[in-house]
């Protein structure tokens, strides 16, 4: 069975968070389309941290006997994990569309020279 | 059709967004200009792949050519930052692919010219006779529910949440010109207006088939979109400070 102490400070911390990510979101710094895995992940963590008997039992399933909190760590490095792939997925996106403001800029200049 | 005699000193202009609307987008410049011939056209080319810029180009309107795909919410926004920064009074929207018929405009911008409203939503479903608009029952339920929730949260009957055929004054082209929301954005829209304390109107418009192109939202998408659109709606009810200051972002 998990210590309580690691339940509590499991859940509280994932709950934090949950609150920092919807702040960031209030306070315009953090975008809902980036932020959604992320709130994904802090609510997982919470309900696994709190919900000691699933967490036992998930843990069975995955033949983890001696140390469920076990779960909780690799869940969340699932989750970084994802949040990582998707962040190298937008800053390609976002290198690309560097390339072609440049090279968009570089003609609208060179336009406006010619004249 | 001849104008409206009380448009005729005021400068105004169609924003239409675009995307792949080749087949489509000139035949939707030529109706807004037998609606108006005064009323200046504007597409923005969001990324288009096909010839919608040089048609557009040929029919006589003005085309803003976005270098990516930035989205109907960035698309749309680009008209009404170049409505702002040109001195617009009036604005309406219209969908290039078709859906919304420029002869349906009077209704649309007469609560805008009476002073009654600054932004005027034609709606598909404010008029229960009118209302021969067809797509899929998902997303019939999915526009409802939204229309449900930003009613409870504005205070007003809201019925269509998701058209983007509007009229829009000089306030509201100001408003949207600095902040408009991302992706989907028709839903944040209309709360903004209300936190804003702008006056919100709906008339009732029929829409047309989709002429050309697909709509934006596909069937996968939709989840993510109305988590995201909720999400959005809830965490901005906290916001006290509503308009970034400009370059904020």
Redesign the interface.
């Known amino acids: 069975m998990t210590p309580l102490a690691v339940s509590i400070f499991g859940a509280i911390a994932s709950f934090v968070l949950v609150l920092v990510v919807l702040e960031l979101i209030r306070s315009r710094r953090l975008r809902e389309r980036y932020a959604l895995l992320w709130l994904v992940t802090g609510i997982v963590l919470t309900v696994l941290s709190a919900w000691r008997d699933g967490l036992n039992t998930i843990a069975g399933w995955l033949g983890v006997r001696s140390y469920p909190p076990a779960v909780l760590f690799a869940v969340g490095l699932l989750f970084i994990l994802a949040v990582l792939l998707h962040y190298s997925t937008v800053i390609s996106r976002l290198s690309d569309q560097n390339v072609l403001l440049a090279q968009r800029l570089a003609l609208l200049e060179q336009e406006l020279a010619g004249e | 059709m001849g104008a409206d005699p009380r448009l005729r000193d005021l400068r105004r202009i169609a924003i239409v967004p675009a995307l792949n609307e080749q087949h489509t987008v000139a035949r939707v410049i030529d109706e807004l200009h037998a609606f108006d011939e005064g009323l200046d056209v504007v597409v923005v080319d969001d990324g288009s792949v096909d010839a919608t810029a040089q048609v557009a180009r040929a029919k006589g309107a003005r085309v803003l050519r976005l270098?990516?795909n930035l989205g109907i919410g960035g698309a749309v926004q680009t008209g009404f930052r170049f409505a702002f920064e040109n001195d617009y009074d009036i604005a309406v929207r219209v969908d290039g692919d078709g859906q919304h018929d420029p002869g349906q405009l009077g209704r649309v911008l007469e609560p805008v010219l009476r002073g009654d409203a600054d932004i005027v939503v034609g709606s598909r479903f404010a008029d229960v006779e009118l209302s021969g608009y067809r797509s899929s029952r998902t997303r019939r339920i999915g526009i409802r529910l939204l229309a449900w929730i930003v009613s409870r949260i504005v205070g007003q009957r809201v019925t269509d949440t998701t058209s983007g055929f509007q009229a829009l004054n000089r306030e509201g082209i100001a408003l949207f010109a600095r902040d408009y929301p991302?992706?989907y954005p028709e839903v944040e829209a209309t709360v903004m207006v209300f936190r804003h304390r702008l006056r919100l109107l709906e008339v009732p418009v029929e829409m047309r088939e989709r002429g050309g192109g697909r709509s934006s939202i596909t069937a996968l998408r939709s989840i993510?979109y109305m988590?995201?659109v909720l999400?959005?709606i809830f965490?901005g009810l906290?916001?006290r400070n509503v308009v970034?200051e400009e370059g904020?972002?």
Do not use: G, N, Q, T
Request: charged share 25%; proline share 13%.
């Open positions: 270098p990516f991302h992706d993510y988590v995201k999400l959005a965490v906290f916001r970034p904020s972002e």
